[in-house]
């Protein structure tokens, strides 16, 4: 929570401070009205009129400043929340982008997490003004305490009486929270069934199989795994709470008897005990409460907040190596083997390849031999588990895995579809030159898609997206091709990796288009040494690559060029054979 306040301080430390402020004054005519009302019974049984006034102006007073001071700062707090909720949100989504690798956005346990604090990124505001609300009921009860006390000390043993409701208040969130943590697998599932059953993307699939009751049903039956034990659990933290405010409700009574009939204190004295007593259980209950939220709200929103931070910090590189202006000798792992976070099977098992500065690479391999794994490593979307990638010798994992990035281009087979205006979702592939129409346009004639803006009813200004007012849909093929002119837009990349980014186009477009890029790459790539990766299931494509690298159950089992494989006779014959079969 003090990390939070460290951020709404440093992008608002005016209206922070101004809504701490007028809480707190708030707070101070709402305490003093059981001292007024303790005047005007002094007033009434001594028959004094002019104190009878006065204590009736205060209490007019006291009631108008609590109402005014209130209703002003609730107005600044809300401008306040309004303001530091933008910047809360771009916190959480600036720390996800800053994290160099994507092993957070894949193991299940930090999903969870970011799941959750996804959801709750909206109300991480709320902290300020419990916060602020916590400390003036807490100055509402030092006031209503000190007025006691003046009556008898032994009063202050109505604190001891509060003592229940505030550790139940702490412990309820607490052991609540840890109930919605240990089902939060069990509540994503029932979120993500309702998707499936609710939104477009799925829709056809869902119709087509007639899964519609079985994502109900199951959707119904995965939030009960959830509810069940969190419900049991709200139970029994509300019993204890309740008995919390028992023992507070004797003490209560008992002070009104000790002040009324054991000291045989004046009238008016009585009245302030039942006047500040009374205000009393409404302070220490709003306070316990709010406690409460913060309590959870730290085991929530703040919590996670902070173990992203503190894992995005602990995931900075320390950019001890720069990264070179060009290759002059290859990219090339050794001994580099991996394992996703979570998992225990090998996806690449000790591989050692050199891939030459300014050559056209290939991997090919069945599915699930590693060859995006290989990809993603490269791109340092994630880091090896053992062994080491090495740029002209320089260990990759010391290289700032921004600066890395921003020396590479291309595409891959998962892409995203950017739904803006067709140059936008072009020129994203280059920020700086996100409005340079002609490098887009030279963009799309390098990935073959000028033919899909020359069909869209407004050329580059075109929204994409149906779902957007005068969005235009475009087919699978055609958001491929837009997302291989994004990674055609870096001109100049040291690496060029292109993950299966036209399998939606026919083997006789991608061949054409690779062959024409290809031919380029050997042309152009000379100057800084850039490498052309290639992941491609077609071997008409494969085979114009000058290096092959064969991937087979996690392991490198081939590498060489089209003519030494083939003369080889290994696995890589065998499959080019197959699929020439097919052709034939």
Known sequence: MWRLCVLGFRHQPRLMAASLGLSQLAALPDALLAWWIMQLGRAVIEQRPALVYSAAVGLAVSTTANWLLGTVSTRVQRRFRDRVT??????????????????????????????????????LDHMYMSLFSTLGWILRLAVTMTLLVSIHPALLLLLVCALPTVLTSTWRPEVERAAEERGAQAYRLSRHLFTLATTASPAKDVRLTGIGDKLTTGRRAAWQRWYGPVAATRWRSAWWHAAGWAVFGVGFVAAVVFVSAGLGAPADDVLLVLAAGARLSTYVGATVGEIGFLRGFWMDGARRLAWLEDYAAASASLDAVPVPAALRQSLRLDHVSFSYPGTTRVVLDDVSVTLPAGAVVAIVGENGAGKSTLVKLLAKLYEPTSGSILVDDLPLSQMSPITWRARLAGAFQDFFRFEFPARHTVGLGEVARLHDTPAITMALD???????????????????????????????????????????????????????????????????????????????????????????????????????????????????????????????????????????
Do not use: C
């Open 86 to 123: 933008i910047a809360l949100e771009s916190h959480v989504a600036r720390l996800q982008a800053s994290i160099g690798t994507i092993a957070h956005q894949e193991r299940p346990e930090y999903l969870d997490r970011l799941s959750m604090l996804r959801s709750q990124v909206f109300v």
């Open 446 to 584: 390098r990935a073959g898609a000028g033919d899909v803006i020359a069909r869209l009813p407004a050329g580059l200004d075109t929204q994409l997206g149906a779902t957007w007012p005068d969005g235009v849909e475009v087919s699978f093929g055609q958001w491929q091709k837009l997302a291989l002119a994004r990674g055609f837009m870096r001109t100049q990349p040291l690496l060029l990796i292109l993950d299966e980014p036209t399998a939606a186009l026919d083997a006789e477009t991608e061949h054409a288009l690779f062959e024409r890029y290809a031919a380029a790459a050997r042309g152009t790539g000379s100057n800084n040494g850039r490498i052309t990766l290639l992941v491609s299931h077609r071997f008409s494509t494969v085979r114009m690559a000058d290096l092959i690298v064969v991937l087979d159950g996690a392991r490198l089992v081939e590498v060489g060029t089209h003519e030494a494989l083939m003369a080889h006779g290994g696995q890589y014959s065998a499959l080019y054979g197959i699929q020439a079969a097919a052709y034939r």
